[in-house]
């Protein structure tokens, strides 16, 4: 069964930065499409952004392009988060997700969207003060 378990938030000051890992389990494929998705308070969820598990092709959400960053590690099946230069506007719940398998990888890169993302992880708070 896949599962997806976040973790890694906290707490940090404006300009800080923060990594939160997801770990996943039952991907067999390594042909999924997984993502990071932000929710700030009273907000929709965002998609911050997404890799191809296989290919390792990525994409990354303007407002944070720069400053965040998305890894796998294959071996130890973990999705990364890098975030970097934290604003308070960052604050919020962020949720790993993976798409069905044999997801195509341009797809996932180019046009994936929230509703396609099936199965989600449980989130991880992070909070960043001015």
């Known amino acids: 069964q896949e599962r997806l378990v976040e973790s890694g938030g906290g707490s940090v000051q404006a300009g800080g930065s923060l990594i939160v890992s997801c770990q996943y389990a039952?991907?067999?494929?390594?042909?999924?499409?997984m993502g990071w998705f932000h929710q700030g308070p009273g907000k929709e969820r965002e998609t911050v952004a997404r890799i191809h598990i296989g290919g390792g092709s990525t994409y990354t959400a303007d407002s944070v392009k720069g400053r965040f960053a998305i890894s796998r590690d294959n071996e130890k099946n973990i999705l990364y988060l890098h975030m970097h230069d934290l604003k308070p506007e960052d604050s919020g719940q962020y949720y790993c997700?993976?798409?069905?398998?044999?997801?195509?990888?341009?797809?996932?890169?180019?046009?994936?969207?929230?509703?396609?993302?099936?199965?989600w992880g449980q989130g991880t708070q992070v909070i960043v003060s001015s």
């Open positions: 997700a993976s798409t069905r398998t044999h997801y195509s990888q341009i797809r996932c890169v180019e046009k994936a969207s929230t509703d396609e993302f099936q199965n």
């Open positions: 039952g991907y067999t494929s390594g042909t999924h499409c």
